[in-house]
T-cell receptor, first 113, second 112 residues
Framework: EPEVTQTPSHQVTQMGQEVILRCVPI?????FYWYRQILGQKVEFLVS????????KSEIFDDQFSVERPDGSNFTLKIRSTKLEDSAMYFC???????????FGPGTRLTVT | GQQLNQSPQSMFIQEGEDVSMNCTSS?????WLWYKQDPGEGPVLLIA?????ELTSNGRLTAQFGITRKDSFLNISASIPSDVGIYFC????????????FGTGTRLTIIP
């Protein structure tokens, strides 16, 4: 069964460093998302992406964040200068069409020290 | 922004018992989804609901989309040990809005 994959599973970085989190969405899906979950809290929306552009972003997704679909399979989230409060699980999700079910990847645990 | 209140926050039950949890919102959604999350893993989709009043089953799981479009419930019948985890409701919409708004979660624990 097709699934969303994410790499790395765990990333440790120092404050101020740039990180890139990678995702491979389900192959025939057209809508892509990033969410984050701070330990013990609910999942929060960051950004949605369709047709090579951002369709919606939350207040969390400030100028330090960017997304890219560099080729036909990968979808990346870049944090330019990480802060301690960026420590969280980051989940990628994809859906086939607008409004259809979103399927989540296993997540990348980001630890900023 | 949209807020989803999920209750109960946690449940402690014995194996074989039935479970019921619900989600309420101050605003309407076009779609309600229920996810299960195990520790350190991503949310796994259990059930998706698309129409007000819809009642949908997936094995031992049953979920309903409230008539007002502002609430949903999830029932699990005859719980088994692998049902342990955190259950999240999520709403999508109402105007072609793709993002999911997640509830606060219900942690299910099965007492041996």
């Amino acid at each position: 069964e097709p699934e969303v994959t994410q790499t790395p599973s765990h990333q440790v970085t120092q404050m101020g460093q740039e990180v890139i989190l990678r995702c491979v969405p389900i192959s025939n899906h057209l809508y892509f998302y990033w969410y984050r979950q701070i330990l013990g809290q609910k999942v929060e929306f960051l950004v949605s992406f369709y047709n090579n552009e951002i369709s919606e972003k939350s207040e969390i997704f400030d100028d330090q964040f960017s997304v890219e679909r560099p080729d036909g399979s990968n979808f990346t989230l870049k944090i330019r200068s990480t802060k301690l409060e960026d420590s969280a699980m980051y989940f990628c999700a994809s859906s086939e069409v607008e409004g259809s079910e979103q399927y989540f990847g296993p997540g990348t645990r980001l630890t900023v020290t | 922004g949209q807020q989803l209140n999920q209750s109960p926050q946690s449940m402690f039950i014995q194996e074989g018992e039935d479970v019921s949890m619900n989600c309420t919102s101050s605003s309407i959604f076009n779609t309600w989804l229920w996810y299960k999350q195990d520790p350190g893993e991503g949310p796994v989709l259990l059930i998706a609901l698309y129409k007000a009043g819809e009642l949908t089953s997936n094995g031992r799981l049953t979920a309903q989309f409230g008539i007002t479009r502002k609430d949903s419930f999830l029932n699990i019948s005859a719980s088994i040990p692998s049902d342990v985890g955190i259950y999240f409701c999520a709403g999508q919409g109402p105007f072609g809005n793709e993002k999911l708004t997640f509830g606060t979660g219900t942690r299910l624990t099965i007492i041996p």
